[in-house]
């Protein structure tokens, strides 16, 4: 009788161990598979699909946003994030929205690394009101990383040919352990 409740207490055990488990993003885990994370978006229609990527439209605050899933190679999940669908006249304003998102992140995910503001070419480093102009032209990039349970944040702000990337990468870097591990073992 001991037995059988040891037992039944360790698949009781295992079974909460691994409901209680939290995500990686959102509600999904590394190294699921295409249709397992489609699954969690029952009900919606990719906005994008290709080889080894879905997205999926919606808004993350007041910011239109892609949900962004990559998959490696053997079809796991290896990246996901949050790439903005806004276009602003007033190009100062996707500063504006990377400041509102970076603000809900630190929230979040609490650490006492702040933006790195990169200048490649300091122009307009004197006039913040053209700053907007130098994300654009590549001149400028705001990042903040953060790294948790296996897992690399990284929000970006940067630009070339006149298009603003605005994104936050949510990324395994078990993958990269695993990979330099297998390299290690040449």
Known sequence: ?????????AII???LSVSVQSADFRKANWGMNLEQVQRL???ELAA???PGMIEYRT???DQKVFIYYRFNDLGQLSEAGYRTDESHTDLNLHISDYQTLNKLLQQKYPTTKDVAVVWKNRLFETKPEKWGRAITLGHVTFEWIHEIEGTRITH????TRREINHRVRY???RNEQDRQQLLDNL
Not at 1 to 9: A, D, G, H, K, N
């Open 13 to 15: 055990t295992a079974v």
């Open 171 to 173: 990324e395994s870097f």
């Open 41 to 43: 978006h029952l009900g």
């Open 48 to 50: 994008n699909k290709r």
């Open 59 to 61: 808004k993350l605050g």
């Open 1 to 9: 009788m001991r037995l059988i409740t040891l037992t039944c207490t």
């Open 156 to 159: 970006l702000l940067a630009g």
